[in-house]
């Protein structure tokens, strides 16, 4: 399973596929999302980005691999392990992306700060601590709609990419999804987000498990 | 496997001998496997591509798909490789598995090794003897020199080898060959051919698809017929097979593990090796005697790398002459045990490298104008 995994991760570097979206990424959090003083506002940015960002990686890991390449390591590791190691794979350069959204946002934010004593320090770790859980869910339901919405399950590149669009509209702009309702609670009073605070990361859970279930269940179907 | 960290890739002619005719006891590898009542559609409103399919492929079997295009042999081959999940009845039993697809794409970002060091990680392999084994499978093959080059810039031929090589490097228990010898120069073929004949004597289960009907057809396949989703035992042996399929199979099985005992045991292989082959070759019978030359025409061989100490192999059937110059090895045969004796050449050893194969109007014979190895 691990080297599986690092063949994908490897596949997906040197054909360079992760550079699209990583410059998408890139562009939002520096570009459109750039001037957010607040560290609060800037975490939420970042971590809204990270949908759109990681499911098209997650696109761009699934569809790396010529079906013959794909069968050859599907016959040593079987082809459902071979999908959740190409997911995982995706996931884990998807977390080096948030990694750099999170520094740039901290980053950026430490200047307005710096005269202000430790009550504010204090203020900032918090926020911060939300940003970095509102970070994890959308990493966590850019992967889900990565994998929802592209080979195996969806096949055909017209439809696989309007439904991901699709998807990550209704993930970022939804009331009802765990990526909308993390970033609302990012640099807002506690008690304002202390009602059910587990509840986003356990339904992103809960959606990626079921996303790549259903992928690796597929991939074991699929023709080419 | 004890003898084979000293011996190489030929130690199972060692350690167990050549196959024993009926099946004998088997060692090394997982006991095949079996498909029950297994049916494949691509969708609940699709038609079923194979239905109701019930097959035994134990250990040491070798397996020719047959049919037309379009007929389903290679959705059976996937589903049998486990590449494909069937949509009912069930898979028993899954060895190691290596598959080679028929064309397999240049596309991907790696060189020739790297690829091949992830694949064999995802076999289970790992470190030193990982990286040996596949300059052992390369080598084999004739792509060696080709170890670094971009899988991206390669010929189809060249990328064929690695598909191959990539499927050889466990050893597989069970090996699935889909049109596996297309693209593959003469002496990669042989090679290919060989490692079959190594697979199946290691007790692996070989199964394959090809359009020359001749393919290993000397090697005893058992030939299954795919036609409307159905798949039928075809039990009678091919056309201008003497003898019938099976027992003409287990004499070149016997050839080729007895010619590479002969040769390795007087390599020094110790003394069990020489007890060994020598209860391989009592009794043996004149399965190695020289063959009249068939339709005047011959076969030249040459081959490079052969080991200075080692004598001349003996028993090879339809040799008619053989010299040497250090290690360069030429050998003049009737062309219809050409196969058999290349891989037993390439089954000493890997320093062994076949330099030319290619055929010759004979002393009586005076047609003219075939290719170089245009047996195939």
Redesign the interface.
């Known amino acids: 399973m691990i080297a599986v995994c690092r063949y994908q991760a490897a596949l997906l570097l040197r054909s360079h596929r992760w550079i699209p979206p990583a410059v998408l990424y890139v562009l939002a959090v520096a570009g459109l999302g750039g001037g957010s003083p607040p560290l609060g506002d800037g975490l939420r940015w970042s971590a809204l980005m990270l949908v759109p960002a990681v499911a098209w990686l997650t696109r761009s890991m699934l569809t790396a691999e010529p079906g013959a390449a794909r069968a050859c390591v599907a016959a040593a590791a079987g082809p459902r392990r071979t999908q959740v190691a190409a997911l995982l794979a995706a996931l884990a350069i998807g977390a080096g992306y948030a990694l750099v959204g999170v520094a740039y946002e901290v980053v950026t934010s430490v200047k307005p700060m710096n005269p202000h004593g430790s009550v504010r320090l204090a203020a900032t770790v918090s926020v911060l601590a939300g940003g970095l859980v509102a970070t994890l869910i959308c990493l966590l339901v850019g992967s889900a709609v990565g994998a929802f919405c592209n080979p195996p399950l969806i096949r055909r590149p017209a439809a696989a990419m309007l439904s991901t669009t699709g998807a990550v509209v209704l993930a970022l702009a939804s009331n009802v999804s765990p990526a909308n309702a993390a970033a609302r609670t990012v640099g807002s009073a506690p008690q304002a987000s202390s009602w059910l605070p587990g509840l986003p990361v356990i339904a992103a859970v809960a959606l990626l498990v079921v996303a790549w279930t259903a992928s690796a269940l597929a991939a074991g179907h699929r023709s080419g | 496997m004890l003898a084979g960290v000293a011996l190489g890739g030929e130690a199972w002619l060692l350690v167990g001998g050549p196959a024993p005719p009926g099946g004998g006891p088997r060692h090394g590898q997982e006991d095949g496997v079996r498909l029950e009542r297994v049916g494949k559609r691509?969708g609940i409103r699709q038609p079923w591509i194979v239905r109701d399919v019930n097959l035994d492929i134990p250990g040491g079997r070798l397996v020719r798909l047959e049919g037309r295009n379009g007929s389903g042999k290679s959705t059976l081959l996937?589903i049998i490789?486990?590449?494909?999940?069937p949509?009912s009845g069930r898979v028993i039993g899954r060895p190691?598995?290596?598959?080679?697809?028929?064309?397999?794409?240049p596309?991907?970002?790696?060189s020739a090794r790297?690829y091949l060091t992830?694949?064999g990680?995802?076999?289970?392999l790992a470190g030193q003897a990982l990286g040996s084994r596949i300059d052992e499978c390369l080598d084999r093959l004739g792509g060696a020199e080709f170890a670094a080059v971009p899988l991206r810039t390669m010929s189809k031929g060249m990328c064929q080898k690695v598909?191959v090589a990539?499927?050889l490097l466990?050893r597989p228990g069970l090996l699935?060959l889909d049109e596996a010898w297309t693209g593959l120069d003469t002496a990669a073929r042989a090679a290919l051919d060989g490692a079959v004949a190594e697979r199946l004597a290691d007790g692996g289960a070989v199964v394959f698809v090809d359009h020359d009907p001749r393919r290993l057809a000397e090697l005893g396949a058992e030939r299954w017929q795919v036609s409307r989703g159905t798949v039928e035992v075809v039990a009678d042996a091919p056309a201008g097979l003497a003898g019938g399929a099976s027992s003409q199979g287990t004499a070149a099985r016997k050839d080729l593990a007895a010619n590479a005992l002969a040769a390795t045991g007087r390599h020094g292989g110790g003394p069990g090796a020489a007890g060994l082959a020598g209860d391989g070759l009592d009794g043996d019978g004149p399965a190695g005697a020289a063959a009249e030359p068939s339709g005047g025409r011959q076969v030249v061989i040459e081959v490079s790398g052969y080991p200075a100490d080692l004598a001349l192999p003996e028993r090879l059937p339809g040799v008619l002459a053989m010299s040497r110059a250090q290690d360069r090895l030429t050998i003049r045969m009737d062309p219809a045990g050409s196969d058999i004796v290349l891989r037993a050449l390439l089954a000493i050893g890997d320093q062994v490298r076949v330099r030319g194969v290619r055929e010759e109007p004979g002393p009586q014979g005076r047609e003219r104008g075939e290719q170089p190895g245009g047996r195939r």
Request: hydrophobic letters at 35%; glycine letters at 14%; proline letters at 12%.
């Open positions: 691509y996937r490789a486990g590449v494909s999940v949509s190691g598995t290596g598959y080679v697809p028929e064309r397999f794409p596309g991907l970002p790696f790297d992830h694949l990680r995802a076999h289970g598909a990539q499927a466990p699935v």
